[in-house]
């Protein structure tokens, strides 16, 4: 396994721009919809990103709660590059929701809707979190960290309600071609997230 992973690392780079490309040409050839036109090619990423950034939370916790306990230095480094690339990918997701928000609806910051709140406010407390984990240097305290930050960011997630912002616009589609590329999206975001994590792991694991 870490024979694979060295070797993944090596070509991180080459395989993450092979993917930004396959992404570009997946929303460039992705189809439009009757009410947003073209505009859906940004909610298609829209959504892969918050997705995605929600999915790496998610398979953070567990890993932070092993580091946490059991103190393993591999743990604490898949914790740490877990929780490093959700947050990357939710900053991402949080400045390109601005540009799908006006785009949709004529505004950058729709601040009327639970989504939006909740979208600017973890960023910002998990971006502080990150940063006080980082100056502190303290394994343990870390893994504490990025537990608290994984566990509060998944309890709230499913509670959020909405104004005018659909719960599940792409997967309540009845076409299948929509339904089919942002499911290909998703999967080509996912894919290049993970790729980062790799990254990210190599750089933190003991001995780097």
């Not at 050839?29 to 009410?35: D, F, H, I, K, W």
């Not at 990423?45 to 230095?73: D, K």
């Not at 540009?99 to 909740?118: D, L």
């Not at 502190?136 to 912002?165: E, W």
């Amino acid at each position: 396994m870490t024979a694979v992973l060295g070797g993944v690392r090596r070509w991180t780079w080459l395989f993450f721009a092979t993917l930004g490309v396959i992404l570009l040409i997946l929303l460039w050839l992705s189809p439009a919809e009757r009410t947003l036109g073209q505009t859906v090619k940004l909610v298609y990423l829209h959504g892969a990103l918050v997705r995605t950034a929600m999915l790496l939370v998610a398979a953070s916790l567990p890993v932070n709660l092993v580091a946490l306990l059991g103190r393993q230095s591999d743990w604490l480094a898949w914790g740490k590059a877990l929780i490093w690339t959700a947050l990357a990918i939710w900053l991402v997701h949080t400045l390109f929701s601005m540009v799908t928000t006006y785009a949709a609806w004529g505004v950058f910051i729709a601040w009327f809707e639970p989504r939006t709140r909740f979208t600017f406010t973890v960023a910002v407390e998990g971006l502080l979190i990150v940063v006080i984990a980082y100056l502190v240097g303290d394994d343990r305290f870390s893994a504490l960290a990025f537990v608290v930050l994984a566990g509060l960011t998944l309890a709230l997630a499913p509670r959020l309600g909405a104004v005018q912002h659909p719960l599940n616009a792409i997967g309540s589609s009845s076409s299948g071609a929509i339904q089919a590329y942002y499911t290909t999206i998703w999967v080509v975001t996912l894919l290049m997230s993970i790729l980062l994590a790799v990254w990210l792991h190599g750089r933190f694991a003991p001995g780097h």
